[in-house]
Nanobody, 120 residues
Framework: QVQLVESGGGLVQAGGSLGLSCAAS????????MGWYRQAPGKQRELVAT???????NYADSVKGRLTISRDNAKNTVYLQMNSLKPEDTAVYYC??????????????WGQGTQVTVSS
């Protein structure tokens, strides 16, 4: 069973930076995209950023210009560099790997979540 292991969360003051990483425990095939999602208390999980196998990125409007997603295909690892953090960025961050084997066969892997807390 593949596991996604996240690291890098923690407590930071507003305006500070944190870097998250997420590595798969073994090789994953048919990766279509990798991404980060977050869930704040009392809110639904929301997309933060995604990056396709070809390197195309997509960001939530609220994080554009502050957060940067990247990936290392050889290591099946996805990163999230977070700069100029705001208190509203406080949430549990989850990494995701979306695989597509065919039009009818897709699967999502999820990390266990890592807490990011931004103090004002």
């Amino acid at each position: 069973q593949v596991q996604l292991v996240e690291s890098g969360g923690g407590l930071v003051q507003a305006g500070g930076s944190l870097g998250l990483s997420c590595a798969a425990s073994r090789s994953i095939f048919n990766i279509n995209a990798m991404g980060w999602y977050r869930q704040a208390p009392g809110k639904q999980r929301e997309l933060v950023a995604t990056i396709t196998s070809g390197g195309t990125t997509n960001y939530a409007d609220s994080v554009k210009g502050r957060l940067t997603i990247s990936r290392d295909n050889a290591k099946n690892t996805v990163y999230l560099q977070m700069n100029s953090l705001k208190p509203e960025d406080t949430a549990v961050y989850y990494c995701n790997i979306h695989t597509v084997r065919s039009k009818l066969a897709s699967y999502d892997y999820w990390g266990q979540g890592t807490q990011v807390t931004v103090s004002s």
